[in-house]
């Protein structure tokens, strides 16, 4: 089978659609942004209340309802991989920040209770920006972007409050770096599916 080469310009399409194929697939997997974005902000509110009401075993819901999200993201996931056809370039970036990502995440934490919630927060806000950042700008997704700032602004922010302040802190950081650009994304897929 013969080779065809490729024009510069040819080359540019070719990875344009290849970002927009992996857009419409993020879009459509805006499920993850958006499910764990709420799963979490609920997490951080409910156990905000909670302290607020002298309730202080809210704790619970985070050793609740975060490994049910992992397994209904599991499940979610494995019917996603049925369906995918091709694997992109940009599938593979994704893997590896999503990849990156659940590292730190797993590792900040495990060491949580050695450096307390004040810090695991910040570090998972940072861990936020970062890894929406990395991502809108891998998908040229300017509210993954602008999301990623927020979550900066609000890491910042948790230095000066305190412990249970941090759980309004990362329920803002979710929000504005995972909840509005998912469904900004699902909109988008919409939109341009129809």
């Not at 764990?36 to 985070?62: K, P, R, S």
């Not at 929406?132 to 602008?146: A, E, Y």
């Amino acid at each position: 089978m013969e080779e065809k080469e490729i024009n510069p310009q040819e080359s540019l399409a070719l990875i344009d659609s290849m970002i927009q194929q992996a857009k419409h697939k993020l879009a459509d997997d805006g499920f993850y942004f958006i499910f764990w974005g709420w799963l979490i902000t609920i997490c951080a509110l409910a156990n905000y209340i909670a302290i607020q009401f002298g309730i202080y075993e809210g704790y619970w819901v985070w050793i609740i309802l975060p490994p049910l999200g992992g397994i209904v993201s599991a499940i979610y996931g494995r019917k996603e991989k049925k369906n995918k056809k091709v694997i992109t370039h940009v599938d593979t970036y994704m893997s590896y920040v999503v990849g990156g990502f659940l590292t730190a995440l797993i590792i900040t934490l495990v060491f949580m209770p050695w450096h307390g919630i004040k810090v695991t927060y910040f570090v998972l806000m940072l861990l936020y920006g970062i890894s929406t950042l990395i991502t809108g700008g891998i998908l040229n997704f300017k509210p993954l972007i602008i999301g990623s700032l927020f979550s900066f602004a609000f890491a910042a922010l948790s230095v000066f409050l305190g412990n249970a302040e941090q759980f309004l802190c990362i329920s803002g950081s979710l929000i504005f770096s995972h909840i509005i650009p998912g469904h900004l994304l699902r909109s988008s897929f919409k939109t341009q599916n129809v």
